[in-house]
């Protein structure tokens, strides 16, 4: 192809390509022609070949060639090479490349030019592509071109105003009073860019906005203006004078208005008058309505008003475009917690959109359908949802779960609803919830006690019709292995009952168990219940004991450790196993809970005898880690030992008052127990602020070991004030009750010993140095330690397992 064939002879030859390959070549072809034109300085042609450069630059090849001959075409007097000068500047060029600095001179030179076609090049580039340098440099040309008696030029100007302010902020002062002056233009074109302008410099100048807030009643007049004026031929937009300036003036009135209510008072009249005048039939009236619906709900506006905004937004919900339908959604769900009953009177309608079949306006609608959900209304809603959520897209199950999650729990009438509820959501969407649910669930069953009974008979038929939904699955395991006996019993007043027998119960299980979609973790809760049963049913206890120990040898390792556990309690411990494996009571208290409380100090009372209430302050103190205890100070005396506390759910105790002397060697014993003879290694537990706290044990005699908490102090400072609060937390007593004799005479001995029990250990400390107070936690995570006696009378040291919780009892020395 010959490298003089015109523009359009070339964009017909690249689109009768048949290949990629094809195109390249004749792109390839054209563009080493036009470099060789550029290097023989061919000036008949330089605008003819920078134009075929431009448009291969469209198509995403390169053009960086081109760069220095847009920069020699700027610089030339004829106009139409500045004109292909100037757009390739804008394409070629941004603000990062050095060849954009050579052509400030000619911009400056040609912002000054007689003809106003030339400034208008000159300007367009600068707000394209002009960058923070060029601003500062041309920003005085441009405040003078502002004042011009040109409307043309006023209008670049000021849009060109807009670029200079946003790259550099420090040079909006200097077009505020041009900027003021430009609304009194009746050049609409003008007005646009001042109206861009002023709201510019309101948003990023606080000092600004108070200025411009005394221009609102000359706003308010050419807004009024354009809304009853006739038929204007040169602004009528489908009826609409002037749609685009009406929206960015209800803009700057937003703006404007904002937490002032003396400017929103003088915009309120209007916004009525734009509201109930616009005809809505057209596009262009409803995006001018929507700009005045998020005005009136961005200002101070009356009452009256805002609803006057919402039945808008109602009305929009009703039109048949869905990109409409959407917004109003938007806009409605950020407003529905101000003006709630506002919004309810368009429920129907919203929950009519859930039926949309756009995704996007499903999700819409699922939020704010969610947001709108009250006491007054929670049955008739979760009808809806619920409804919904049999038939919404897959990657709405989770969120629709979710809400219908919070909001049953926060508005359920009754205890009864709320379980139905929920299973209605595992049923549909089991495999879709989060994993919060399922001990939400348990915690909540477990706390209604009156409908054990109810759930358990519902679970189990849910159970016989789908074992697909893993949670609905755990759930159902977890209570038929806590209430089987109430199964068995086949008396529920609340529903039909259903004659179980034992075979029947653990035919469900087994089937949880072998099934392929059966998780390990259900398998796990499976495996679990039928152990239950063990202690609930009577005649079918052999074959509980074979299911358990077909799993000892189960290829899951969590699977298997249970199996081998379970096994060993029908074996060695057969007598404790109805102790161990007995019904939850109702206020069920998880460890995991209890370590998640809030992290400010408590502060107990000093009295004597007087417990200290852990309920008075929120925080993160050891009691309230541990969550409601009360805590009695130890009386006076050497020994003290926490057998005076025996409480709910954790041994407690506090010394107060330590001081800590400086230097590594004075250290102090401040905790100790005795334990069976063994040995263990010495451990830092805490370190920090020249405090450290160690662990060791060391052999008291032949039948008892003392493991003693010691305190040293390594900093050039005494400390003083010094506290320590320590627990274990109790798990399951009943389980030692053989033992609990010989416990009380080892107390009254002075030395306790208890086979194959474990210590956990909790520990918070508070101390003043230098005058300044500190305190200091054990991580949960870092700091639970297990003793545990093993095979030859040896005391191990290792990482506690959160669900492997036992206690131990300890003596404090003073």
């Known amino acids: 192809m010959s490298p003089s064939v015109p523009l359009q002879e070339m964009i017909r030859a690249i689109r009768s390509a048949r290949t990629q390959c094809e195109e390249r070549g004749v792109i390839q072809r054209e563009c080493a022609a036009i470099r060789a034109q550029f290097r023989q300085n061919d000036n008949g042609s330089r605008s003819h070949n920078l134009a075929k450069l431009l448009y291969v630059h469209m198509l995403g090849y390169p053009a960086h060639f081109g760069q220095m001959e847009c920069v020699r075409m700027i610089a030339s007097p004829r106009y139409s090479e500045k004109r292909v000068g100037y757009l390739g500047a804008m394409m070629l060029l941004d603000e990062k490349q050095d060849a954009s600095l050579l052509i400030t001179n000619s911009i400056k030179n040609d912002l000054s030019h007689s003809n106003q076609y030339i400034q208008s090049l000159a300007l367009c580039t600068l707000a394209c592509m002009g960058s923070a340098e060029m ?14 008696a040109n409307s043309y030029i006023k209008k670049k100007a000021a849009l060109c105003a807009v670029h200079i302010v946003r790259k550099v902020q420090d040079l909006g002062e200097l077009f505020v009073s041009a900027a003021r002056s430009l609304l009194s233009e009746k050049n609409h074109g003008v007005l646009h860019g001042a109206v861009v302008l002023i709201t510019e ?15 609102v009643p000359d706003l308010v007049q050419i807004m009024k203006g354009l809304v009853i004026s006739g038929y204007s031929p ?39 008058q734009v509201a109930t005048n616009t005809d809505s039939t057209k596009t262009v009236g409803n995006a001018v309505l929507y700009e005045t ?46 003006d709630h009953n506002a919004v309810q009177r368009h429920r129907g309608t919203i929950v009519d959109c859930l039926k949309d079949q756009d995704a996007s306006v499903k999700r819409r609608a699922l939020e704010l359908s969610l947001a709108l959900v009250s006491a007054s209304n929670i049955r008739s809603m979760m009808k809806e949802l619920l409804v919904f959520l049999s038939s919404c897209p897959l990657e709405l199950k989770a969120q629709a779960a979710s809400g219908i999650f919070i909001a049953a729990e926060r508005y359920a009438p009754s205890q009864r609803w709320h379980i139905d509820t929920i299973l209605h959501v595992l049923t549909t969407a089991g495999g879709d919830v989060r994993d919060e649910t399922v001990p939400n669930l348990i915690q909540l069953i477990t706390n209604t006690s009156e409908l054990h009974c109810y759930t358990v008979h519902k679970l189990y038929r849910a159970l016989l019709e789908d074992i697909s939904q893993q949670s609905l699955v755990q759930v159902a395991c977890w209570c038929i292995g806590e209430y089987g006996d109430l199964l068995l019993r086949g008396e529920c007043q609340e529903t039909e009952p259903v004659q179980v027998t034992e075979d029947d119960v653990l035919d469900a299980l087994e089937t ?9 973790a259900t398998r796990g809760f499976a495996l679990t219940a039928t152990m239950k049963l063990s202690t609930r049913i009577s005649d079918n206890v052999d074959r509980i004991r074979s299911i358990v120990s077909i799993y000892g040898s189960c290829i899951d390792l969590e699977l298997q450790q249970r199996a081998v556990e379970y096994n060993a309690l029908f074996k060695k411990y057969d007598h404790m196993r109805a102790a161990v494996l007995e019904r939850i009571h109702d206020q069920v208290c998880d460890l995991l809970d209890l370590l998640s409380g809030p992290q400010e100090p408590l502060q107990p009372s000093l009295a004597p005898a007087q417990p200290i209430s852990t309920t008075t302050a929120a925080g993160g103190d050891l009691l309230d880690l541990l969550g409601g205890l009360e805590l009695t100070p130890p009386s006076s005396g050497l020994i003290y030992r926490c057998t005076k506390l025996m409480l709910d759910r954790f041994y407690i105790w506090t010394q107060k008052g330590f001081i800590l002397e400086h230097n590594l060697g004075k250290s102090k014993r401040i905790i100790s127990c005795s334990r069976h003879p063994s040995t263990a290694p010495t451990v830092t537990i805490y370190e920090k602020h020249g405090v450290t706290l160690t662990l060791g044990c060391e052999q008291e005699s032949d039948s008892g070991l003392l493991a003693t908490l010691t305190a040293s102090n390594s900093s050039d400072s005494d400390i003083s004030s010094f506290t320590l609060q320590a627990a274990v937390p109790k798990v399951r007593l009943s389980v030692f009750v053989s033992e609990l004799e010989q416990i009380m005479r080892n107390i009254k001995d002075g030395s306790i010993g208890v086979d194959g029990l474990s210590l956990n250990l909790f520990l918070i400390l508070k101390y003043e140095i230098t005058g300044i107070n500190r305190e200091g936690a054990s991580t949960p995570n870092s700091l639970f330690l297990s003793f545990f006696k093993s095979g030859h009378d040896v005391l191990h040291l290792r990482s506690f397992s959160l669900f492997r919780c036992r206690t131990d009892l300890i003596e404090v020395i003073t």
């Open 234 to 272: 040169d602004h009528d937009v489908a009826g609409v004078s002037d749609p685009f300036l009406q929206v960015r003036i209800l803009r700057l009135l937003r703006v404007l208005g904002r937490n002032n209510e003396t400017a929103s008072d003088a915009m309120n009249d209007l916004l009525a």
């Open 293 to 338: 619906v998020l005005t009136v709900l961005d200002i101070k506006s009356e009452s009256g008003l805002r609803v006057l905004a919402v039945n808008i937004l109602g009305r929009f919900l009703l039109n048949n475009d869905r990109n409409i339908r959407y917004i109003a959604m938007t806009s409605l769900q950020k407003i529905v917690v101000t």
């Open 201 to 215: 410099l309101c948003e990023r100048n606080p000092e600004t906005l108070e200025r411009f807030r005394k221009t």
């Open 135 to 148: 601003c500062r440099d041309l920003a005085p040309e441009i405040d003078r071109l502002l004042r011009s």
């Open 512 to 520: 949880v168990l072998q099934s392929h979609m059966s998780s390990p």
